[in-house]
């Protein structure tokens, strides 16, 4: 009988129960539980709902007992930067707002008279993004620092939800790292930098690598789901798991981890704080094992995803493709990365908007709104591989597309035709094959990261893209 491990993986948009196993030397997954997640408004702020998104989780765990699936181990993955506040008595300290809300509009400005963007980078290697924890805990003492004075736990998303599993609090690097609050080269939280800040210290934990057991399930929690079960941190980010997934062989492919937003990098070893690396909007989050993702963040899906529910009629993923394969002809493309395309009430307004302001031709027919999207996240490809060669004086002959985003295949088609790489397709569900990968990587059934990659290639359907017609 396998040994099964099970991975939850927690996106925006919705969150899954994946088991997986080892069987005749390949990966073998099974999703046995789906749930939708989203943004609620609270207190006149985007959150997210932490007591459903749990109530979630125990949910996917009751359904492994009643399938027969009891795993060995699980493992917690979701998106970045957001986190809760605990009081001494391990209680909630207000509501567990979202990166998309609008709290931290201006506040990169306050903190700069503190430290310097130059300086700030230098120290953690970390792009410029509004939203970055940094910025959130600051709008938080601007506004409501009783909170930050009551405080005596910082735990971000995966590790709330892991706490309430079993009753420890364990801080993990990978999803630390995208606070702006860990030193790049000494990967530890930087003390100095909180205290320039004014931001309390004693909240934040040891930093734990994935692998670390956090420990097994609360006693109710195992009487509510009918097994006990081994906690372990995944890279308890979703786009570090998704990268340990990467089916490369070597060293000269670029990767684009495909979702609502894109991850676009390469793997390293030692982090590029430079000024030039900060001016083009590089970032070196933390990897598996001490590894460096350096990457830029890029709009991504949200653009299409938001487009296509603002279209009266619900358009298969197959039909956008379609309608915007005919209205390639059309020439204006906008830059994705523009703070009119985070949050917008209407993406298709801030797409023509965009297009009026920089004096080029507004798309009219849905065709050509998507066409012009698509161009642009292609073209927003083409340029940041550009800037990878550059930054590291080297040339890169494969782009890897992994996770969800990779069955595009019109976008993959335009990533090949404008970067000019050999483009690869797969895997798509790249997070949670990551996040499996490190529980069996912590429980010896696979060796070590070359041998889990070389099990991703034999497991998973890679596909070369085709490069679309001019």
Same mark, same amino acid.
């Given at each position: 009988?396998?040994?099964?491990?099970?991975?939850?993986?927690?996106?925006?948009?919705?969150?899954?129960?994946?088991?997986?196993?080892?069987?005749?030397?390949?990966?073998?997954?099974?999703?046995?539980?789906?749930?939708?997640?989203?943004?609620?408004?609270?207190?006149?702020?985007?959150?997210?709902?932490?007591?459903?998104?749990?109530?979630?989780?125990?949910?996917?765990?009751?359904?492994?007992?009643?399938?027969?699936?009891?795993?060995?181990?699980?493992?917690?993955?979701?998106?970045?930067?957001?986190?809760?506040?605990?009081?001494?008595?391990?209680?909630?300290?207000?509501?567990?707002?979202?990166?998309?809300?609008?709290?931290?509009?201006?506040?990169?400005?306050?903190?700069?008279?503190?430290?310097?963007?130059?300086?700030?980078?230098?120290?953690?290697?970390?792009?410029?993004?509004?939203?970055?924890?940094?910025?959130?805990?600051?709008?938080?003492?601007?506004?409501?620092?009783?909170?930050?004075?009551?405080?005596?736990?910082?735990?971000?998303?995966?590790?709330?939800?892991?706490?309430?599993?079993?009753?420890?609090?364990?801080?993990?690097?990978?999803?630390?790292?995208?606070?702006?609050?860990?030193?790049?080269?000494?990967?530890?939280?930087?003390?100095?930098?909180?205290?320039?800040?004014?931001?309390?210290?004693?909240?934040?934990?040891?930093?734990?690598?994935?692998?670390?057991?956090?420990?097994?399930?609360?006693?109710?929690?195992?009487?509510?789901?009918?097994?006990?079960?081994?906690?372990?941190?995944?890279?308890?980010?979703?786009?570090?798991?998704?990268?340990?997934?990467?089916?490369?062989?070597?060293?000269?492919?670029?990767?684009?981890?495909?979702?609502?937003?894109?991850?676009?990098?390469?793997?390293?070893?030692?982090?590029?704080?430079?000024?030039?690396?900060?001016?083009?909007?590089?970032?070196?989050?933390?990897?598996?094992?001490?590894?460096?993702?350096?990457?830029?963040?890029?709009?991504?899906?949200?653009?299409?995803?938001?487009?296509?529910?603002?279209?009266?009629?619900?358009?298969?993923?197959?039909?956008?493709?379609?309608?915007?394969?005919?209205?390639?002809?059309?020439?204006?493309?906008?830059?994705?990365?523009?703070?009119?395309?985070?949050?917008?009430?209407?993406?298709?307004?801030?797409?023509?908007?965009?297009?009026?302001?920089?004096?080029?031709?507004?798309? @009219? %027919?849905?065709? !050509? +709104?998507? =066409?012009? *999207?698509? $161009?642009?996240?292609? #073209?927003?490809?083409? @340029? %940041?591989?550009? !800037? +990878?060669? =550059?930054? *590291?004086? $080297?040339?890169?002959? #494969?782009?890897?597309?992994?996770?969800?985003?990779?069955?595009?295949?019109?976008?993959?088609?335009?990533?090949?035709?404008?970067?000019?790489?050999?483009?690869?397709?797969?895997?798509?569900?790249?997070?949670?094959?990551?996040?499996?990968?490190?529980?069996?990587?912590?429980?010896?059934?696979?060796?070590?990261?070359?041998?889990?990659?070389?099990?991703?290639?034999?497991?998973?359907?890679?596909?070369?893209?085709?490069?679309?017609?001019?």
């Amino acid at each position: 009988m396998p040994t099964y491990h099970l991975a939850i993986d927690i996106g925006a948009s919705n969150g899954r129960h994946i088991v997986g196993w080892l069987e005749n030397n390949k990966v073998r997954m099974q999703e046995i539980y789906r749930f939708d997640n989203g943004m609620v408004e609270r207190n006149g702020r985007l959150c997210w709902d932490m007591e459903t998104l749990f109530a979630e989780v125990v949910a996917g765990l009751k359904r492994c007992h009643e399938l027969g699936l009891t795993p060995a181990s699980l493992g917690i993955d979701t998106w970045a930067v957001d986190f809760v506040l605990l009081d001494r008595n391990d209680a909630m300290l207000g509501d567990c707002v979202a990166y998309r809300d609008s709290r931290t509009q201006g506040v990169d400005e306050k903190v700069y008279e503190r430290i310097s963007e130059h300086d700030l980078y230098a120290r953690t290697g970390i792009q410029k993004l509004s939203f970055n924890t940094l910025y959130q805990l600051y709008a938080l003492k601007q506004t409501q620092p009783e909170l930050l004075r009551k405080a005596c736990s910082f735990l971000m998303v995966p590790e709330y939800l892991n706490f309430l599993l079993t009753g420890k609090k364990v801080n993990e690097y990978t999803n630390a790292t995208t606070t702006q609050l860990v030193n790049a080269h000494s990967r530890t939280w930087d003390v100095e930098l909180l205290n320039v800040l004014e931001l309390p210290v004693d909240i934040f934990g040891k930093l734990s690598l994935p692998k670390t057991v956090v420990g097994n399930l609360k006693p109710e929690i195992r009487a509510a789901v009918g097994f006990d079960v081994e906690v372990v941190l995944s890279a308890t980010h979703d786009t570090a798991s998704a990268v340990l997934a990467m089916p490369a062989k070597d060293d000269d492919s670029i990767y684009i981890s495909s979702g609502t937003w894109s991850l676009m990098g390469i793997e390293r070893l030692i982090p590029d704080c430079t000024e030039e690396s900060r001016k083009r909007n590089f970032t070196n989050e933390g990897g598996y094992h001490h590894r460096y993702r350096y990457l830029k963040n890029i709009m991504g899906l949200w653009m299409l995803q938001n487009i296509r529910k603002e279209f009266r009629h619900p358009y298969s993923f197959d039909e956008i493709n379609t309608l915007a394969g005919i209205g390639l002809y059309f020439s204006s493309t906008v830059e994705v990365n523009d703070p009119a395309f985070l949050a917008p009430q209407s993406m298709v307004t801030a797409v023509k908007a965009y297009c009026a302001r920089t004096g080029q031709d507004v798309p @009219e %027919t849905e065709c !050509e +709104i998507l =066409a012009c *999207t698509y $161009k642009s996240l292609a #073209r927003c490809y083409a @340029e %940041t591989a550009s !800037e +990878i060669e =550059a930054l *590291t004086g $080297k040339a890169y002959r #494969r782009i890897h597309i992994i996770g969800g985003g990779c069955r595009d295949g019109l976008l993959n088609r335009l990533t090949a035709q404008y970067t000019g790489k050999d483009v690869y397709a797969g895997p798509v569900e790249a997070t949670a094959i990551g996040n499996l990968l490190v529980q069996m990587l912590r429980a010896g059934s696979i060796a070590d990261l070359p041998e889990a990659r070389d099990a991703v290639r034999r497991s998973f359907a890679v596909e070369k893209v085709v490069v679309a017609c001019s």
